[in-house]
């Protein structure tokens, strides 16, 4: 399902259907520092539709450990705090939605286990995610592949109904949808399926370096000109912007643009949330240089609010704590009904 096709908020005075508001979950791993394409395509999302629904955002640090080579255990407490500063920072309400870390709500790892069982080898195999991770690593231990089944349950716990992801991730949404349909044709009708929400544009934001390739946190790492990070400073911003690749030529028009071009397009198009032909006609003509000045403006325009946000509760003694404890006891008390629930159906 698209952004376009979304469920539309009731409208008018209370009704019965804005007492019962669609379930939203989504989460993000704290491997790293979150860029451009986690905005766009993940937390931008989530800000936009936030008052249609009851929202549920999870720093998935459980995920982080599947690849345990990986971790540093100072690095991920410091990631999973600084992920869930982000949230808040981006625009996500601590008061309307639920903020969480996965790993203080045990009823994942719980219901992961039991999902497990459920879940056929052949489905976890076949995970793009699982094929390209397992290829790069040296050894695979069995939470690489396992990797669905503690997503679903982080997405069933909740009983969500869409779950705004980028593209990236709709096929662990559709395996969740599959693990739910089993469990409940083995156990009983417990689970409702749940539907990706993603954007109709902006949902695979490309390299800067590369437009071949997803921008990822991974090759942020080790390769500068990959990526620009949320909490990046304006000369590091139009930096990369510029040097984004882009071959020779001076098309700007979405339809026959190339990859690096129709990338830098479709960033400006979700930012500025201006009309394609509007950019199109602003852009025409006018040679990359200039495309690339407007969108690192921006950019940088964009992200400073979030930047002074994100400092202020960093700074905020024990306000992050707090917040975390919050959510973790508002998490926990929908998760444990559910858990409750499948307790009961599988007999343990
Ligand atoms: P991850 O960084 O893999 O934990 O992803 C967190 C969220 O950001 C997920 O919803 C991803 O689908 C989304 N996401 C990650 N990279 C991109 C990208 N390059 N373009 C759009 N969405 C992305
Ligand atoms: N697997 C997702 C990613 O790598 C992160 C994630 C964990 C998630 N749990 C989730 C996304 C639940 C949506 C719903 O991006």
Not at 77 to 96: C, K, T, Y
Request: overall charge negative; charged content about 20%; aromatic content about 8%.
């Amino acid at each position: 399902m698209t952004l376009s096709d979304a469920v539309l908020p009731a409208k008018g005075p209370a009704s019965s259907t804005e007492t019962r508001k669609k379930t939203v979950l989504s989460g993000v791993q704290p491997t790293g520092s979150l860029h451009l394409g986690n905005y766009v395509g993940a937390l931008s999302v989530w800000v936009e539709n936030q008052s249609q629904y009851n929202n549920l955002f999870c720093v998935a640090n459980l995920h982080a450990l599947t690849i345990p080579e990986a971790v540093n255990a100072a690095e991920l407490r410091h990631n999973s705090r600084q992920v869930a500063a982000l949230f808040i920072a981006a625009g996500i309400d601590p008061e309307e939605s639920i903020i969480f870390i996965q790993s203080d709500v045990p009823a994942h790892p719980y219901l992961a286990w039991i999902l497990g069982c459920c879940t056929p080898l052949g489905w976890l195999e076949r995970m793009t995610q699982y094929k390209t991770k397992s290829a790069q690593a040296e050894t695979i231990g069995s939470g690489l592949l396992n990797y669905p089944a503690l997503q679903a349950a982080d997405i069933l716990l909740y009983k969500a109904d869409f779950v705004p992801v980028g593209e990236d991730q709709t096929q662990h949404i559709e395996i969740t949808r599959d693990i739910a349909q089993r469990f409940n044709h083995l156990f009983g009708e417990c689970f409702p399926l749940p539907a990706p929400l993603t954007r109709a544009s902006g949902a695979r934001v490309m390299g800067f370096d590369d437009p071949t390739v997803k921008m990822s946190k991974s090759i942020a790492e080790t390769r500068p000109g990959h990526a620009v990070s949320l909490l990046d400073d304006p000369d590091t911003i139009r930096k990369v912007i510029m040097r984004a690749v882009t071959d020779p030529g001076n098309e700007t028009r979405f339809d026959y643009a190339q990859p690096g071009v129709k990338n830098l397009l479709v960033l400006y198009e979700v930012l500025s949330k201006e009309p394609r032909a509007a950019i199109e006609e602003k852009f025409a003509g006018k040679g990359y240089g200039f495309l690339k000045r407007e969108l690192a403006d921006l950019v940088i325009e964009t992200l400073k609010p979030i930047q002074e946000r994100y400092r202020q509760i960093t700074t905020e003694p024990g306000y992050l704590d707090r917040l975390l404890a919050e959510g973790a006891g508002r998490a926990s008390a929908i998760a444990e009904r559910t858990l409750a629930e499948v307790r009961q159906l599988v007999g343990v």
